[in-house]
């Protein structure tokens, strides 16, 4: 099968394009056997796909030459995990299709990858930066644990001028996915937690390392103890919470990952009211606000109430005057 | 009381040098009396310090105008962490101290932070990849998890040539704190370990964090279920391991920190095989093995057997053709 001959039916809950069927509902946080997106392709002669085979398993005992062992366990919970992280099973699997078919033009659907060069204004200022580093005058050791205060009062007045963001709210860290298992280790092991789904992997996955979580139920394709709030085009992407059940914690991605839908204010304003009834948290992560381009809030602090109950996690790609190519920006005010 | 006018007395147990006695004790991971280490200083008129009188304790009720609280709890294993985390403490209190005495030259025995600039032809390179990034065959995206092929190879071959180590063993990261934090996460809960008295603060905060320790006990200044390993002038800084417990994870920093002693390749040995008997994984830190000139072994996998019990961390704080200022590398041999 080429997706170039043909509309593909691309399902969370499974199909031909990552090998096994079990994969993707696994370890995709996905039980929607509804879900359905069709993807339409150009019958241009550029791209040349072809369908994989699923790659042999590994084998069962790897020939390791171990002498010794020693007598210490592992975290139980890491177990738990099913067939290794999302992306570099993805990216395994590309790498044995490509040793196969070397002319495929493999449409990647993984990650999330940039594939653009960065500005040119932008990396003149991280090399210049760099050239500071040699002088004395420029040179820095370690910045303030929290981010420099200048740059946070810069994100405080640029992203969120007029929704009562302050410098003291914001913490510069060094990536929204290590941000993600820092605050599950902030929660510890006895919070519940939902999840859109389909959804990110990593909230899942943090959340089952940490301990919050069941054993996977194979039959059902969940986590036990992870409430699984279904977004799909029943439900215009949006979970009836009237039917979710109450958690310690809500990660809510919009717009969301893998679906793309983002939440309109009054499907943001439902989210809130529901946390406050609950008294639970909102972990909000917007790291695809910047592709907004229609009315939606691009931050859910634009939500009356929100702060009384959201996290909220952006991801920066290059700010121009710092040196760093990803990081996030954490904001809190004081909610445990 | 100035340190220009005398030899200062730094003791792990505590000095009025942190303001607080209970303060370096509790933080710093010692319970350790007797270990006092002369600091000779000179008499020259460069350096003006005031010895700092206690800052105040913050208010326990700072006024905050919450009029809602969520219903999640924390993580109950913080709430056994002594007084925030001991470098930000010895920031704030360097801070208020400097209010006081602006003129005041402090000696900064803390974090270990760098002071001097980057050698030109480190930071010519790094500017060199910031300008490649703006273009199509310079750009590149997420790299891959384990760092770059070419790096690991290289790292294998100028720093353990000939010592076993391979391309495989090696784990690039975005630097050795976050690693031990990892580590925790790996070993999970139920897991015991064993530290040099004193030492770095990360271990035990952590292994705290984690869930792995009991309560801190005010009477000993110890936590509850943590192996404390007495390192001072009386053992030559090295534990005597006779009367060490078994535990599964043994943190050895080499040289230390603070005491800044090496361990020679003959402690090392014993170290080893004290692991070895007991089933033991050695997390070996060689943050300041670059500092050493005498020798003792720069790496534990000098030690034979070694790569059986044995993870290992290392930090660099530049390497020239990567655009990271401070990364570390992970090598373990499939230990668990």
């Known amino acids: 099968m080429s997706v170039m001959q043909q509309a593909t039916s691309i399902s969370s809950s ?39 085979t699923p790659p042999p398993p590994p084998p069962p005992n790897e020939k390791q030459q171990i002498a010794y062992k020693t007598n210490v366990s592992r975290n139980g919970n890491m177990a738990k ?16 299709h490509m040793l196969k078919y070397p002319d495929a033009n493999v449409i990647r659907l993984g990650i999330g990858d940039t594939t653009e060069p960065i500005p040119e204004f932008i990396t003149s200022a991280m090399a210049k930066r760099a050239h500071e580093l040699s002088t004395l005058e420029g040179y820095s050791g370690y910045g303030a644990e929290q981010g420099e205060k200048q740059l946070r009062a810069k994100i405080a007045s640029t992203y969120y001028g007029g929704l009562g963001i302050e410098e003291n709210d914001i913490f510069v860290s060094d990536g929204a996915k290590c941000d993600i298992s820092r605050l ?22 943090s959340s089952v390392i940490m301990g919050q979580t069941g054993q996977f139920q194979t039959d059902v394709e969940k986590y036990g103890n992870i409430e699984y709030m279904r ?21 809510f991605c919009s717009p969301n990952n893998p679906t793309g839908s983002a939440a309109t204010r009054e499907q943001l304003t439902r989210l809130v009211q529901f946390a406050k009834k ?14 907004m381009t229609d009315d939606n809030p691009r931050s859910i602090f634009e939500i009356p109430g929100a702060k009384e109950v959201s996290m909220y996690m952006m991801n ?11 990081f996030s920006i954490l904001i809190s005010k004081g909610l445990l």
């Open 81 to 96: 995990l099913q067939a290794g992280y999302l992306f570099p099973e993805i990216a395994r699997r590309r790498a044995a």
């Open 184 to 205: 599950q280790l902030l929660f510890g092991s006895n919070v519940t937690m939902a999840v859109q789904d389909p959804s990110y992997p990593a909230y899942v996955d």
């Open 278 to 291: 609950n008294g639970s948290i909102i972990v909000y992560d917007s790291a695809y606000g910047m592709y």
């Open 14 to 52: 499974g199909s031909g394009f990552l090998g096994q069927n079990t994969f993707f509902n696994t370890r995709y946080s996905s039980s929607t056997k509804e879900l359905s997106i069709k993807v339409k392709t150009k019958n241009s002669g550029i791209c040349k796909c072809v369908a994989a």
């Open 316 to 326: 920066l790609f290059v700010f121009l005057l710092y040196f760093f190519l990803n």
């Open 231 to 251: 977004c799909t085009p029943e439900n215009g992407f949006f979970p009836d919470l009237s039917k979710v059940s109450r958690t310690d914690v809500i990660f």
